[in-house]
Protein backbone atom coordinates (compact mmCIF):
# COMPACT_ATOMS: atom_id res chain seq x y z
CA UNK A 1 0.00 0.00 0.00
CA UNK A 2 1.65 3.36 -0.95
CA UNK A 3 0.45 6.65 0.59
CA UNK A 4 0.41 9.94 -0.42
CA UNK A 5 0.82 12.71 1.10
CA UNK A 6 0.07 15.95 -0.09
CA UNK A 7 1.09 19.19 1.82
CA UNK A 8 0.20 22.71 0.81
CA UNK A 9 2.71 25.13 1.55
CA UNK A 10 3.61 28.66 0.35
CA UNK A 11 6.36 28.98 -1.98
CA UNK A 12 9.35 30.29 0.16
CA UNK A 13 11.01 31.57 -2.51
CA UNK A 14 7.66 33.05 -3.87
CA UNK A 15 7.64 36.73 -4.57
CA UNK A 16 4.20 38.78 -3.77
CA UNK A 17 2.99 40.68 -7.02
CA UNK A 18 3.76 44.07 -6.52
CA UNK A 19 2.44 47.62 -7.59
CA UNK A 20 3.53 51.21 -7.84
CA UNK A 21 7.25 50.49 -6.69
CA UNK A 22 8.85 53.22 -8.92
CA UNK A 23 9.86 55.73 -8.17
CA UNK A 24 11.43 54.03 -4.66
CA UNK A 25 10.25 54.87 -1.70
CA UNK A 26 9.50 53.24 1.66
CA UNK A 27 11.91 52.67 4.99
CA UNK A 28 14.96 50.68 2.70
CA UNK A 29 15.04 54.01 0.44
CA UNK A 30 18.46 55.37 0.98
CA UNK A 31 18.21 57.90 -1.78
CA UNK A 32 19.19 58.48 -6.08
CA UNK A 33 22.10 56.38 -7.39
CA UNK A 34 24.84 58.69 -7.88
CA UNK A 35 26.57 58.89 -10.98
CA UNK A 36 30.37 59.31 -11.44
CA UNK A 37 31.88 59.86 -14.69
CA UNK A 38 35.22 57.94 -15.67
CA UNK A 39 37.59 59.49 -17.64
CA UNK A 40 39.49 56.79 -19.95
CA UNK A 41 41.49 59.81 -21.41
CA UNK A 42 43.44 59.58 -17.90
CA UNK A 43 45.66 57.26 -17.39
CA UNK A 44 44.44 54.17 -15.89
CA UNK A 45 46.36 54.80 -12.32
CA UNK A 46 44.01 58.21 -11.97
CA UNK A 47 40.70 57.32 -13.67
CA UNK A 48 38.84 56.06 -10.28
CA UNK A 49 40.25 58.53 -7.90
CA UNK A 50 37.29 60.38 -7.75
CA UNK A 51 34.81 57.05 -7.37
CA UNK A 52 37.33 55.93 -4.75
CA UNK A 53 37.66 58.86 -2.78
CA UNK A 54 33.83 59.26 -2.53
CA UNK A 55 33.32 55.57 -1.30
CA UNK A 56 36.43 55.27 1.03
CA UNK A 57 34.74 54.12 3.90
CA UNK A 58 32.20 51.35 2.03
CA UNK A 59 35.70 49.95 0.28
CA UNK A 60 37.61 49.56 3.88
CA UNK A 61 34.66 47.73 5.41
CA UNK A 62 34.66 45.62 2.45
CA UNK A 63 38.05 44.72 2.71
CA UNK A 64 37.84 44.26 6.29
CA UNK A 65 34.76 41.82 6.09
CA UNK A 66 36.78 39.79 3.25
CA UNK A 67 39.21 39.21 6.25
CA UNK A 68 37.13 38.78 9.03
CA UNK A 69 35.92 36.27 6.68
CA UNK A 70 39.10 34.67 5.69
CA UNK A 71 40.23 34.52 9.27
CA UNK A 72 37.39 32.65 9.79
CA UNK A 73 38.52 29.23 7.47
CA UNK A 74 42.10 30.44 8.31
CA UNK A 75 42.34 31.78 11.69
CA UNK A 76 46.40 32.09 11.59
CA UNK A 77 46.35 35.25 9.81
CA UNK A 78 48.73 33.87 7.05
CA UNK A 79 46.21 34.03 4.18
CA UNK A 80 45.34 37.58 4.71
CA UNK A 81 49.28 38.07 5.00
CA UNK A 82 50.45 36.39 2.45
CA UNK A 83 47.47 38.08 -0.16
CA UNK A 84 48.59 41.88 1.57
CA UNK A 85 52.04 40.77 0.48
CA UNK A 86 51.33 39.73 -2.48
CA UNK A 87 48.79 42.83 -3.20
CA UNK A 88 51.36 45.14 -2.80
CA UNK A 89 54.16 43.62 -5.14
CA UNK A 90 52.25 42.99 -7.79
CA UNK A 91 50.90 46.65 -7.56
CA UNK A 92 54.35 48.43 -7.41
Wanted: overall charge positive.
Amino acid sequence: MVLVLLVVAPDPYGEDCRSKMYPPSGPTFKGNVPTYIINLDLPPSKRWDELIRAKKTELKAVIQNIKDIANTFFPSGKIVDIVDHKIVSISS
